[in-house]
């Protein structure tokens, strides 16, 4: 249970054991109980918007991977291309520096009388040699420049990916950008009736002061004691299933330091992008987790999905990761999973949510 939801809880049981003080004839419990359906329509709100955040963080993890993957093909294409030109100045010189040796032989013989059957056998031979070597330089050179070319192919490609994977990014950016404003609002909004509820609560508390004697405000303090304890046991022992203690259940080998990972981490709060010691997003935690059995995973719900094999629902073992759209968790047996939520949560333990999307099974 989160601390908005705690605070809607408390004020529930006070409201309760204030009914039973307030004068008949004092009409208050209709008011505060709009405002109090008023603030539990918000917060669901707010929890749900964080929901879509988390996703919405998700999928810019998975468009960084591919932009990180379309830089490097780029920068692996420049350092192609640019050995690629080097080799080619290289023959290009070494061409020139032939023929201009060549010129040079064939211009260093005597007159015509000088020429007997033996040079002219040698430079017949030159230039037979000659010819064979200027048409494999020229063989050389060309097919560095197709090599040339194709590496250019190949970085316009990446190029092309890389633009891709941008405007996805920025896409979805724009997308939590608006979220995140429309979040602003709807907590701002909470803020009033959540301080308007408080006025109504003062109030009441001013009329029950003005008509009950210092034993009956002693009483009520006793009362709103024991809902404040009632409230912590329905946080810590029922909430929304939820837990934040536990043992890890008996496995053997690599699950077993997944899980002790991973139940070490309970209570420790939500963060975007966050792979701890202090704090984790959903995929930060079972990327770590896992990293305890030497398993190595993209940071990122959609490209762990895609990294190992599926498993059913019906065969899910300790340690299985189970996924939602945008988000992920631990199996740890009897219809659970260990996971951070979203933001103004804690990792916890809960009943396994609906809409699961699919299970892989690391390792």
């Not at 061409?95 to 033996?118: F, K, M, N, P």
């Not at 792979?275 to 762990?304: E, I, N, R």
């Amino acid at each position: 249970m989160n601390r908005r939801a705690f605070r809607l809880v408390v004020f529930a049981l006070v409201i309760a054991t204030m009914g039973v003080m307030i004068a008949p004839g004092v009409s208050i419990a209709d008011p505060i109980s709009d405002k109090r359906a008023e603030a539990a329509q918000l917060d669901a709100q707010i929890n749900a918007n964080a929901e879509k955040l988390a996703a919405l963080d998700e999928q810019i993890n998975s468009a960084q991977n591919q932009l990180d993957q379309a830089n490097a093909a780029i920068y692996t294409a420049d350092l192609l291309v640019a050995a690629a030109q080097a080799k080619t100045r290289e023959l290009h010189a070494e061409v020139a520096q032939r023929a201009a040796a060549i010129y040079a032989q064939s211009g260093s013989t005597g007159g015509v009388e000088d020429l007997d059957s033996q040079n002219a056998q040698d430079l017949s031979t030159r230039q037979k040699y000659s010819s064979i070597a200027a048409q494999r330089d020229k063989e050389i050179v060309t097919q560095l420049a197709q090599a040339k070319e194709q590496v250019t192919l190949r970085k316009a490609d990446a190029e092309q990916a890389r633009q891709t994977a941008q405007a996805q990014q920025d896409a979805v950016q724009a997308e939590k950008d608006k979220l995140s404003a429309g979040q602003a609002q709807l907590q701002q909004l909470q803020s009033k009736v959540t301080g308007e509820l408080a006025v109504l609560v003062a109030q009441a508390e001013q009329e029950r002061k003005d008509r009950e004697a210092a034993a009956a405000r002693a009483a009520f303090a006793q009362q709103v004691a024991q809902a404040a304890a009632a409230a912590t046991l329905v946080q810590n022992a029922v909430g929304n299933g939820s837990r934040i203690t536990g043992t890890p259940p008996p496995t053997s080998g690599d699950v077993g330091a997944v899980l002790a990972y991973a139940y070490a981490q309970l209570g420790k709060p939500y963060c975007y992008a966050g792979v701890g010691p202090d704090c984790f997003d959903c995929s930060g935690l079972t990327m770590m987790a896992w990293a305890q059995a030497g398993v190595k995973m993209s940071h990122g719900s959609y490209d762990q999905m895609a990294s190992f094999p599926s498993v059913s629902m019906d065969e899910l073992q300790p340690g299985d990761l189970v996924f939602w759209d945008g988000h992920v968790g631990i199996y740890v047996g009897d219809g659970s999973v260990l996971h951070a939520p979203h933001t103004g949560t804690v990792v916890q333990i809960t009943p396994i949510w609906p809409g699961v999307i699919g299970a892989v099974r690391p390792g």
